[in-house]
């Protein structure tokens, strides 16, 4: 069941996450990755923004960085959300600007109009503007609803 939000959308660029494919949002998710998915406005480039809903938690990690721990994905920078902050992490997320979603995580705009997401411990995660602009377009399309998950 999706949601239907006045975003202020950040749409910046034509070429989410890579090249544009012409992908569309009645396209799923693709999953893959030991059940982290990304948009389906990604492209199959290893530059994307990754979701894993967990039970009570959602676990948000950058797809550039999985080849760099492959032979040891448990260290693979990830920032874990209690679920129950999730629906006010994606209304932040589409607004494009900087945000702190109930002291879990903090979003900030970075380089080159790109996003930056922050733990309370430290864990920083920068996508670049096409990989945030892919999520986005995600969000919108109801592909990173908790509800979707089940």
Partial sequence: MGRVHPWNRCRR???P???WTGMSAAKPATSKNGGFFKSSHSNDGPACV???FDGNWVRVRDSKQT???ASAPAMQPTISLPAAHWAAFLDAAVLCG???VDEVVTIEPARDNGMTLRSPDGTALTYTSHEW???TSGIEAGEFTLAGAA
């Fill in 133 to 135: 602009d892919a999520f």
């Fill in 98 to 100: 900087p945000a702190v």
């Fill in 13 to 15: 660029i034509l070429a």
């Fill in 17 to 19: 996450c890579g090249s």
């Fill in 67 to 69: 080849r760099e721990y």
């Fill in 50 to 52: 990754e979701v894993k």
